[in-house]
């Protein structure tokens, strides 16, 4: 084999391995779960939060596993409404929750509702 050969070969082993160790270590970061309690106070101006808020889930990889259906308790006081949101990563949950589009919506939303809300970090498969 030429020495260019040996050498382009090399260069294209290299770039290989370094897109598989990126796309591992993409899949070593766990998925982040976004889980709120909400109590609607004011279910007219809930709905438009709702249609504001509810999109910009997607646009931060965001997928809602739960949302305002039966909630079965077992032990404690149940929330009124719950919705759970997994998205890929916790720095993702994070920019959805930080973003300006959600902040702006932030004070229709406490206007609609008492709602309580936090993100947890999952677990890597």
């Not at 976004?34 to 109590?39: K, M, P, Q, R, S």
């Not at 949950?93 to 947890?120: G, T």
């Amino acid at each position: 084999m030429s020495t260019r050969k040996l050498m382009l070969a090399g260069l294209l082993g290299a770039a290989f391995g370094a897109m598989g160790m990126q796309a591992l270590h993409a899949q070593a970061r766990p998925p982040a779960y976004l889980v709120a309690e909400i109590d609607v106070t004011d279910a007219e101006l809930y709905k438009q939060y709702l249609a504001k808020g509810g999109p910009l889930y997607a646009q931060f990889t965001g997928k809602f596993l739960a949302r305002g259906g039966k909630i079965d308790t077992f032990a404690g006081e149940p929330p009124k409404r719950l919705v759970i949101a997994v998205f890929d990563n916790l720095a993702q949950a994070q920019a959805f929750r930080d973003s300006p589009a959600y902040q702006e919506l932030v004070p229709l939303r406490d206007k609609a509702s008492k709602f309580r809300a936090y993100i947890a970090e999952g677990v890597a498969n």
